[in-house]
């Protein structure tokens, strides 16, 4: 075996700054997750409990299989925003009756379940995992549709929520949703569109238009139950499937559909067993004082893949070529995967190519991918354009892009520029995408962003034969580094949706061995060839 040694030394102060660094970041992620965690509000929680009806995460745990886990995906979405931490939905990937399923429910403590702009954008990423992933979709339904005042940013692309369900059960992934309350106008169509589809007594309610509509719109008097509840669609209109007495009954008869289902995952689990899995050689706990709270320290990154892969066995690929990007072959929880890890930051020409030949090979081998950033970029500079730094970055990229085999993505540190895209960011389309609370993501750094600006309007200012402002650029460039430094924040980024989650550094190899067991659902082969055209 070929087992990585480690010079992280717990004992050091430079370990025990970068520890306690990294604990007050997570500290600060821990008070923002206790946003999305408190819904509406202890009013709207109350006001709910006292409806009788759990709220949305104690459906999910009842859904799921007992002691089973449950990756919850996007918790900080719409952090930032004017619109509550979460977006109004609970999203993730847990086992139901033995299945991997990735999961919906709708909070209808935060505005009675509305969707907001990023309720649908989170929506829509849970069921691109589900149809890339071939993974069960269970939607656990209480929504009053959409949320009025942002429509304009709602109605026309919703509609791809509906297009989704019909999409999946097309390609044959199935799709199960619970009812537990409102599930009106639009929102009528994720039972309607489901292959699954269950009510409760007296709670569920279904329908395109409420009494007050239909009363506008055709004159006739009616009542929720006769229009759209449960009983009706049951023996009458033959939208319920199934037909609970409460909520409980109705998640018992959920776990039931999902065991009847007869899924199969594409590859089997890898070995003789998972509990035969080797564990890494070093504490895990250890991750807290590997990356330095200032990323323009560099740091070796095998420190970190000693503490993520299986018994920390590491089968570097050209180790002495090419050194600011680690390569090379590991498993994790028993399954294979190729491993790009930014070492010193800045990407070479060797680093590009190294990378290129690593993921062709990956695909010859139909092994999953592992990019762990920490880059500011491709490398600038008048030497380095020359030795074509252009051509082989964009081979780098060209071999991303077209590679068929599925990618993971783990933000350590920085992830800058064209780097960014280079190892897998979320333009390129990795199955999952997780962040450290110690990453940042941007175009570049911040300052050398506002020094790039300050630069331009000083060439700007001579061309015009005019006297400089140093004062008034002092200023510009104080604003534009806090701006980009607020902008690269994790928290920032996983509001808008640019990656699944902001997760604790020593919970990254339990998330990365959840995500490719649920990689692993779905078949996928390398590509064999089709990389395009590479400069050479």
Avoid at 367 to 387: A, D, I, K, R
Avoid at 425 to 441: E, N, V
Wanted: glycine content about 10%; overall charge negative; hydrophobic content about 40%.
């Amino acid at each position: 075996m070929t087992v990585l040694p480690t010079r992280t030394d717990p004992s050091s102060p430079e370990y025990a700054a970068r520890r306690a660094a990294l604990l007050a970041k997570l500290a600060d992620l821990d008070a923002e997750h206790a946003k999305a965690l408190a819904g509406g509000g202890e009013k709207y929680v109350a006001r709910h409990r006292a409806r009788g009806k759990l709220l949305a995460r104690e459906r999910v745990e009842l859904l799921l299989d007992p002691d089973t886990p449950f990756l919850e995906l996007s918790p900080l979405a719409a952090w930032g925003s004017e619109y509550p931490v979460g977006a109004s939905i609970v999203t993730g990937i847990g086992t139901v009756a033995g299945v991997e399923c990735v999961i919906t429910a709708n909070d209808p403590t935060v505005r009675g379940g509305a969707s907001n702009p990023w309720t649908l954008r989170k929506a829509l990423r849970a069921n691109e995992i589900a149809y890339a992933n071939r993974l069960p979709l269970v939607s656990l339904v209480e929504s009053g549709g959409a949320d009025l005042p942002s429509q304009k940013e709602i109605f026309i692309p919703g509609g791809a929520l509906f297009r989704d369900l019909t999409r999946l059960s097309a390609a044959g992934v199935p799709t199960v949703a619970v009812v537990f309350g409102n599930s009106t106008a639009g929102g009528a169509y994720v039972p309607g569109m489901s292959d699954h589809t269950i009510m409760i007594r007296e709670r569920s309610k279904v329908f395109l238009g409420g009494p007050p509509l239909v009363k506008m719109a055709t004159g006739e008097e009616s009542d929720d139950e006769s229009l759209g509840g449960a009983e009706m669609h049951a023996r009458t209109s033959g939208l319920a499937d199934h037909f609970a007495d409460d909520e409980r009954d109705a998640l018992r008869q959920a776990r039931r559909v999902v065991a009847r289902l007869n899924w199969r995952k594409a590859h089997p689990d890898p070995g003789p067993g998972l509990d035969l899995v080797e564990p890494p050689k070093y504490p895990v706990e250890e991750l807290l004082g590997v990356v330095p709270e200032d990323l323009k320290t560099p740091f070796d990154p095998r420190e970190v893949i000693a503490r993520l892969v299986d018994g920390s066995d590491f089968d570097e690929f050209k180790p002495l070529y090419g050194t600011s990007l680690a390569t090379g072959w590991a498993r994790l929880h028993g399954y294979p995967v190729g491993v790009l890890a930014n070492a010193q930051g800045v990407l070479f020409s060797a680093e590009s190519q190294k990378a290129a030949h690593f993921i062709q090979l990956a695909n010859q081998r139909d092994v999953p991918l592992l990019f762990l950033h920490n880059t500011t970029g491709y490398m600038v500079g008048s030497q380095y354009e020359q030795g074509g730094i252009i051509k082989h970055g964009a081979m780098m990229i060209n071999a991303v892009s077209n590679s068929t085999v599925p990618h993971l993505s783990v933000l350590m540190g920085a992830s800058y520029g064209a780097g960014h895209y280079g190892m897998c960011g979320r333009a390129y389309d990795p199955r999952f995408l997780f962040a450290w609370p110690s990453a940042k993501s941007a175009v570049m750094g911040p300052q050398q962003l506002a020094g790039v600006l300050s630069i331009v309007a000083r060439a700007s200012a001579a061309a015009k034969n005019q006297p400089y402002d140093e004062e008034a650029d002092a200023g510009l460039r104080a604003m534009v580094e806090q701006q980009i430094e607020a902008e690269s924040l994790p928290a920032f980024l996983s509001g808008r949706l640019y990656d699944d989650g902001v997760i604790d550094p020593r919970d990254t190899r339990t998330v990365l061995g959840l995500c490719l067991s649920a990689i692993h659902s779905a078949p996928f082969e390398g590509a064999r060839g089709g990389f395009g055209v590479f400069r050479m």
